[in-house]
């Protein structure tokens, strides 16, 4: 084929997904493994939920509702929004490729942080536009160094709070001074996957600064049910924002973006708020438990508001990623992120975290890491 591919496109490096487990079952010669790699949700979905897609099987002959008028009238009695003031998407990162194709031309700058979510700067590849990556500060989101990169040219700040990988978090207070020293034409959007897990009276009043339509820039908040309901498969998400951007983002929205199971999955969850709350609770709990018998075994467990944390292993954690695969372990090395010497690893059940605490160990005075 004589075909003429576009710089910005051939330029684009293809999202790295994990193998399927199966896979690397049969690749290491290994069963009964364990993922703690891709920070999802190990107690799954509510029954209710499931239940839910079951009977919407049945359906399948038919479109589903193109507006999700139910699943958006209970994300707005939940979090007391307005029907408005949400746009669902094919998981959160559609609703970043949606304001990106709303807002981004060719040639304008949106400002990400590394390391952060790679589907940001990819959309702004796709769209043109040109990526300003700054690097984090003691892996926090470096807001003053974002603040000094800000120029005419710029549209979209996108700030994952808290950050993946490193779990770490910025404060009200922060935000405040941040969106002050920035120019109103710019819209500053928080990437709030993992916000479920952070502590309630730790969390950012987001429609507040949503609501504020003077001032300060505008605010676009990210959540999705992949983590906390537990339905990653599903792939929903949503944005909450000004009513204005939400309109705007309806415009390039395909129809019939959210699927008809996924509808039915997502609204029951929102129903079972025991389930919701128990994930959350034994998250913490796990969290807890695993950072102590970690720094126990002399490595260091690095704080985290998600259902995830870092662990500096003292040692190159690529070798040490590929000892727990060996033994039916699966976490996630840091090097690609620029930390050679960390893993991540999620918050599993009770009967994963101490398998892995096993394996880790093992590894540990196996590598003479530490142990």
């Not at 950012?204 to 990210?222: F, M, N």
Request: negative net charge; hydrophobic residues 40%.
């Amino acid at each position: 084929m004589k075909l003429s591919i576009p710089e910005n496109i051939a330029a684009i490096v293809p999202y790295p997904p994990g193998k399927p487990l199966e896979e690397l079952e049969r690749e290491y010669g290994i069963s009964d493994s364990i993922k703690l790699a891709s920070n999802e949700n190990p107690w799954g979905p509510s029954p209710a939920a499931v239940s839910a897609i079951t009977r919407s099987l049945h359906g399948l002959h038919r479109y589903p509702d193109g507006s999700s008028f139910y699943l958006t009238e209970a994300l707005a009695g939940w979090l007391g929004a307005g029907m408005d003031e949400i746009v669902l998407g094919n998981g959160s990162n559609e609703v970043i490729e949606f304001l990106v194709k709303a807002f981004v031309r060719t040639g304008d700058e949106v400002i990400t942080s590394h390391p952060s979510f790679l589907m940001y700067q990819k959309f702004v590849q796709v769209r043109g536009g040109c990526n300003k990556v700054i690097p984090l500060k003691d892996m926090r989101h470096d807001l003053a160094k974002i603040i000094d990169s800000v120029n005419d040219n710029t549209r979209l700040i996108f700030l994952d709070n808290p950050n993946n990988p490193c779990g770490t978090f910025f404060s009200t207070g922060e935000l405040n001074s941040f969106l002050n020293d920035l120019p109103e034409s710019i819209i500053v959007v928080l990437d709030e996957a993992y916000v479920d897990f952070v502590e309630a009276e730790h969390r950012i009043d987001i429609l507040s600064y949503i609501r504020k339509s003077e001032g300060i820039p505008a605010v676009v908040a990210l959540r999705t049910f992949s983590k906390a309901f537990g339905l990653a498969g599903l792939r929903v998400g949503f944005g909450l924002m000004h009513r204005e951007i939400a309109n705007l983002l309806h415009r390039v929205r395909q129809p019939f973006n959210i699927n008809l199971p996924a509808q039915a999955g997502a609204l029951a969850a929102l129903s079972d708020m025991a389930h919701y709350n128990k994930t959350l609770n034994k998250t913490r709990s796990g969290r807890l438990w695993l950072q102590k018998k970690v720094q126990h075994l002399g490595c260091t467990p690095y704080p985290s508001h998600t259902n995830f944390f870092l662990i500096d292993v003292r040692g190159d954690a690529t070798i040490l990623y590929e000892a727990m695969l060996r033994k039916g372990v699966i976490v996630r090395s840091m090097a690609a992120y620029g930390y050679p010497d960390f893993i991540r690893i999620t918050v599993g059940t009770r009967a994963e975290n101490e398998r892995f605490i096993d394996a880790f160990s093992d590894c540990l005075c196996e590598l003479g890491y530490a142990c």
